[in-house]
């Protein structure tokens, strides 16, 4: 039996059965998407329930997988947040499920719906789409070592192009 190691490895370490091309491909992507976190600064899990569901409906494309009263039920208390602040102000935000399994330390970070990152009221920046998800990779895949699955939202203006993002 073959066992794949959960680890993420910094872009720089990738080495996987992946043409050098592909290698190649991978790591670029996450360059593109690591580039805009540093315009921002990322929290995560210092907003409590109520805090982080007014938050999440200052936003046109909040989801009811975001709200904590959701993720708390379907995910049996295994959620986690990251907020991202540009200047102070909050830009951006996922709640995101990590699930491990028994006896090893690294398992699966979910994120269905999210992240949202288009305020209500002003025009959608897809720099703070972009360092969203790069601050979602470092934190829960860079940092944590859990693999990442994104469930994007349908939501037919922006689909196409948070898609050709992820």
Partial sequence: MQSASSRVHHPAEIETAASSAE??????????????????????????VAAWDRFAREFDDFSGEQITG??????DGHASHLLLRRHGKLV??????VITFPGLRHGLASLRCGPFWRRRGE?????????ALGAIVQEYCLRGGHCLAVIPRSDSGFCASETQVL
Avoid: I, N, P
């Fill in 70 to 75: 959701h993720s708390t039920a379907q995910w």
């Fill in 123 to 131: 025009a959608a920046d897809f720099t703070v789409y972009r360092a």
């Fill in 92 to 97: 951006a935000g996922a709640r995101v499920s």
């Fill in 23 to 48: 290698r190649r491909d991978m790591v670029s992507a996450l360059a593109r998407l690591q580039k805009h976190v540093g315009q921002f600064a990322c929290e995560v899990d210092t907003l409590d």
